[in-house]
T-cell receptor, first 113, second 115 residues
Framework: KAGVTQTPRYLIKTRGQQVTLSCSPI?????VSWYQQTPGQGLQFLFEYFSETQRNKGNFPGRFSGRQFSNSRSEMNVSTLELGDSALYLCASRGNSGSETQYFGPGTRLLVL | GENVEQHPSTLSVQEGDSAVIKCTYS??????FPWYKQELGKGPQLIID?????GEKKDQRIAVTLNKTAKHFSLHITETQPEDSAVYFCAASMGGSSNTGKLIFGQGTTLQVKP
């Protein structure tokens, strides 16, 4: 099976812009979680989607949003970018609501100038 | 709130030695504890996990132990090899029917294995 894929892999934006990141889970997986990784804060949970519904959300401002499509692919959007949003954004997929194991993609490296 | 403390932040060992990384969690409802290895430029890769109904689990050179009473869990790597050099993360979450897909991660341990 192919692993979790994320596009794009690298992105450069300027302050105030918005960005959309994409994640395709492992085939058959219905849950996608998003995480932000920075040197200072480490890995932090953003939100999880299961069957197109957001089931859990971390402590991030409303500028961070997401959605999931019927084919389980997920997108994450950040509006009004700030310098502090520069990070590696990771998505992880798992099979169903009872499955605990999360498999991570390679991430999207976002640089905000 | 939910928190996972991980120690040490850096660890340097000689090839062939053992390495131990320790984590402590705060939420007593946590019952699923995975360990991830992250190499440069890659996403975290699951290397082993343990559930709260098990005290120890082993997979070749890697083992994880869990002390629910003390809320501690540890990763043990034996006979380390240079390719074990990476950043290791512990995490905790509520598993089973309470699983919400939210992993709380430790701050990471940079392991260097010297040839």
């Amino acid at each position: 099976k192919a692993g979790v894929t994320q596009t794009p892999r690298y992105l450069i934006k300027t302050r105030g812009q918005q960005v959309t990141l994409s994640c395709s889970p492992i085939s058959g997986h219905r849950s996608v979680s998003w995480y932000q990784q920075t040197p200072g804060q480490g890995l932090q949970f953003l939100f999880e989607y299961f069957s197109e519904t957001q089931r859990n959300k971390g402590n991030f401002p409303g500028r961070f949003s997401g959605r999931q499509f019927s084919n389980s692919r997920s997108e994450m959007n950040v509006s009004t970018l700030e310098l502090g949003d520069s990070a590696l954004y990771l998505c992880a997929s798992r099979g169903n609501s009872g499955s605990e194991t999360q498999y991570f993609g390679p991430g999207t490296r976002l640089l905000v100038l | 709130g939910e928190n996972v403390e991980q120690h040490p932040s850096t660890l340097s060992v000689q090839e062939g030695d053992s390495a131990v990384i320790k984590c402590t969690y705060s939420d007593s409802a946590s019952n699923y504890f995975p360990w991830y290895k992250q190499e440069l430029g890659k996403g975290p890769q699951l290397i082993i996990d343990i559930r709260s109904n098990v005290g120890e689990k082993k997979d070749q050179r890697i083992a994880v132990t869990l002390n629910k009473t003390a809320k501690h869990f540890s990763l043990h790597i034996t006979e380390t090899q240079p390719e074990d050099s990476a950043v290791y993360f512990c995490a905790a979450s509520m598993g089973g029917s309470s699983n919400t897909g939210k992993l709380i991660f430790g701050q990471g341990t940079t392991l260097q294995v010297k040839p």
